[in-house]
């Protein structure tokens, strides 16, 4: 017997701002508070960086490309006389993509890290967050200014803290950089679209760190910005990386394509089962219009292995999911990537191991074959035996997030909304690679890390129960039919721009290391 779920009460976020609207949201059952962004808004962008005269954005990985130009674009909509200007270290590679982009060092838009950092007034640290050695180049009460909480994490594993003498804030858009780029160029014609942020004031020395805080996430193209603390978006982003973001979802395909090929299905079929599925038309229907119309869309005899799939799957997801949401709470997890990157580079007489390839086994390479015959604009079959295991995935991570007293609004941003509206639309474009390694060098690490533990579980646990045909258990179906956070994925559906992102074949926005020759 499995009882409904209990829900405790997540953590209340109120702010106040003097520039731009705070509105109220219901979130099952529960009042969150939004900014809602758009075009419109970037007149007020001058108000919001009062006393800003220099914004430097450090780094030139996966966020830092898409916040610049976005940041650069919008304050050229407002008249502002605001700089925005990279730095990077001397020697970096990213020097000539960044001049490609159209920062120079001839306009003062282009420089050393340590430079642009001291001569800044709010710094956006976007290069490996626990860079703490830059502190002792930052301005006294300048901004510093994080796109995840993972400095928080790491100073906190190590017994340090932020200087008291700057304000620290975060916004941390709830996708990857090439996302919010592409979606904030695609609303240019159309009052703005992007990808949804959280926003924390961690440090506030001067009372302006809220207003910053939301101006940074109107100027990226935020469609809407809500309130979380630096410690709760670090939680909710390294577990979600390694959940249904990333790891999880490439460990279940994995483990699904190799139980369909070995049952006798034709391997592009059995890939169009599993990544086309996921990717295509399950993301495209809980983007639009939530997780029970999957399973409504089904016919009888569909709901029926759905509801196998679902049954079977969702205790050994959730048994990992909880054990990985341990990890990132206790440290463990934030200092495994620290070590990870260690052994990156050769030391104490070892050699360098770097991120190896991902996407060189069977399954990906029918993949490239299926996707070359692929007709425009197809989202792949809806296979009830995928939506079951993937749905189960994506309600287990909610519930673990909710037992954790997480808002709903990072619960669904971080769960289901950046899953279907950024990641997966790049796997269905080039692959898991694609996706993967166009996020962040932690999300990159996780990933890695974590798949093989969704695909080890569902092979020796879920698949087993469903062949040795073990009764559905329909307390938990029928928790999932009533679950409350449906509701408020509706809600938030409602807040979703009007375009979906395009990851077209020759899409030039990408990290420069996977780019096609």
Sequence with gaps: MV?????????KLDFETSVFKKEKINLAGHDEFIVKGGRDLFHLLP????????????GWGSQGPAQAQNLRDSLAVAKSDIVVKIGLRKGSRSFAEARAAGFSEENGTLGDIYETISGSDLVLLLIS????????????????GL???FLLGHLQSLGLDFPKNISVIAVCPKGMGPSVRRLYVQGKEINGAGINSSFGVHQDVDG???????GWSVALGSPFTFATTLEQEYKSDIFGERGILLGAVHGVVESLFRRYTENGMDEDLAYKNTVESVTGIISKTISTKGMLCVYNSLSE??????EAAYSASYYPCMDILYECYQDVASGSEIRSVVLAGRRFYEKDGLPAFPMGKIDQTRMWKVGERVRSTRPAGDLGPLYPFTAGVFVALMMAQIEILRKKGHSYSEIINESVIEAVDSLNPFMHARGVSFMVDNCSTTARLGSRKWAPRFDYVLTQQALVAVDNAEPINRDLISNFLSDPVHGAIEVCAQLRPTVDISVPADADFVRPELRKA
């Design 147 to 149: 796109s995840h909480g």
């Design 129 to 144: 967050d626990s860079a703490q050695k830059i502190f002792s180049h930052l301005k006294p009460n300048s901004i510093l």
């Design 301 to 306: 005899e569909g709901k029926k292995e759905f």
């Design 47 to 58: 108000d919001a960086f009062k006393g800003i005269k220099q914004i430097g954005v450090i």
């Design 3 to 11: 009882s409904a779920p209990t829900i405790k009460s997540p953590t």
């Design 208 to 214: 302006r760190a809220t207003d910053v805080a939301l």
